[in-house]
């Protein structure tokens, strides 16, 4: 998962740095989607200008290397490394001399890339330089827009290259990009998988993965981009929308579990709505268990950041008191969104501290807003056990996390997810929980069609939940059985 940005017209001329300060603005907003790396390109009269480097916004913009960029055309990224080696040469926005001179910035996951690497190679003698999956999609629609031999791209043309790539990646992607003498283009996934919102300030337009993003720089929002379709504003500031390829809309129900911010509002279902609506309906299926196995409980905790909203809704629904008895170290990294076990344990070491003068003697509700691998949720439990609770019922906001994810998030191999091959007791057992309850799939799919009116057809991307994936995933199947393999060689030679 990334943060992406794209900005036109926000300068007065092609001298100044006003797009950029935007772009750096929106991408501070974004952090939360990505902290591995961020970069910001801009394009006026004299080409392509960029900054990138790994580490956080704050990190890798300066005073001085934002006086470098130059331009009324702007696009930022800051990265979530799920594809590639994530050094430095695979920092977004990822560039293209030919033709006109291209910038992207992607955020998503390309299930087919090694395949049309390839094709890439094999049929149109491209050689790729990195590992990045946006590399691909950047050189498959160079490809097409160099085939049409002209000097300027009509905005059919440019439909044309956007549906051929469509057509050949298969994923998740909301893109921006930029289009030297052209303009900046925007365009989603025929599911629509990720977000991608547009808003619109005076004549200047700006499309971002939030809609905190836009709201935060003082444009307003005009909708979100429909899945598959294009915008296209170019430098005269004339917008052009089409669908190009629409299936049925499945965005990701992760952004509102976790991933998104809760000022933000995602196709049309505003985050914190939707996460009071998820405590609710959690609460319910607390209730149950609890009559069921005579359970009761003192006080209810959330872990922060992102189950505060929930258990605020699932106090008041059980009439439960609600405090906040875990406090985090701010200056720490959110934990799943570090690449390595190793990194995440020592993270969640350092991360929470109980209030103990109010754990102890307690039975304790803590609320989180999923378990991935139970790395974090198991420690936190032993925290608050250590503080002096009596009991402890770990509640998850999001139904059991069973399959893997080959549209973003990281958490691609199954045996490492807790729930994937365990029953609720296992799990309990293993976290160390006198309960572990989970959401239930139907009360997460009614909790986001209530918050965002939404119809009852409403069916989110929940496919690491029940298996049933939007797009075919052979490809990302092999690849990662090639990894499997490959892993436990390095492994065997290792011992
Ligand atoms: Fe989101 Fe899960 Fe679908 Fe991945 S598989 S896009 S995490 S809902």
Redesign the pocket.
Known sequence: MCGIVGIIGASAGAATTEAAREALLALTTLQHRGQDAAGILTLNNEGLHRVRNNGLVESVFNRENIESLKGAIALGHTRYATAGRGDITEVQPLILNYPFGIGMVHNGNIVNAEVLAQELKTQHRRQLLTHSDTEVLLNIFAQKLSSFQTDHLSFEQLCEAVQDLQKRAIG?YSIAAVIGDHGLLAFRDPHG??PLVWGKRDGAHMVASESVAVEFNGYEVVRNLEPGELLYVDLEGKVHTKVLEKRTP??????WIYFASPESTIDNVPVYGSRIGLGKSLAQVIQKRMKEQGLEADVVVPVPETARIAAIALSEELGVPYRELLIKNRYIKRTFILDTQDKRQKAVNLKLSPVKSEIKGKRVILVDDSIVRGTTSKKIIDLVRKAGATQVYFVSTCPP?R???????D?PNPHELIANDRSEKEIEQELGADAVIYQSIEGLRQALIEAGKQSPQFQ??????DGH??TDIGDAKKMQAARVKDRAIVEGQAR
């Open positions: 998740s998988i990720r499945r965005p990701c129900m992760f952004e996390i399959s893997s994810c080959y549209y973003g998030i958490f989110p991307c929940m496919a690491c939940l994936y939007p």
